[in-house]
């Protein structure tokens, strides 16, 4: 089991850029693969973006292919969501999971930050 803390959320114009980050504590972090969600007011939670447990596989969800990329640093327990060209339609509370290597279900989840972006 790991720990997850999100941060680096707040309030963004349509366009600009804003990065999270989601940092780990616990178990060996190397050993899981991550994820970020997103759940917007009245929606269900999407799938956003994941990356492998070394870094080398990253994968996205249409809507934010091509503006949005998943990294992590394995030194500092950490992933990051770096967030560019935003939409008015990326408003919502980011997520942070993770899912242990060989597994298919994320099992542990941060407690979310939240996400604005404004016209």
């Known amino acids: 089991q790991v720990q997850l803390v999100e941060s680096g959320g707040g309030l963004v114009q349509v366009g600009g850029s804003l990065r999270l980050s989601c940092a780990a504590s616990?178990?060996?972090?190397?050993?899981?693969?991550m994820g970020w969600f997103r759940q917007a007011p009245g929606k269900e939670r999407e799938f956003v973006a994941t990356?492998?447990?070394?870094?080398?596989?990253?994968a996205y969800a249409d809507s934010v292919k091509g503006r949005f990329t998943i990294t992590r640093d394995n030194a500092k327990n950490t992933v990051y969501l770096q967030m560019n060209s935003r939409k008015p339609e990326d408003t919502a509370v980011y997520y942070c999971?993770?899912?242990?290597?060989?597994?298919?279900?994320?099992?542990?989840w941060g407690q979310g930050t939240q996400v604005t972006v404004s016209s």
């Open positions: 999971a993770a899912r242990y290597r060989g597994t298919v279900e994320y099992n542990d």
């Open positions: 616990g178990r060996t972090f190397s050993s899981y693969n």
């Open positions: 990356i492998t447990a070394r870094g080398v596989t990253t």
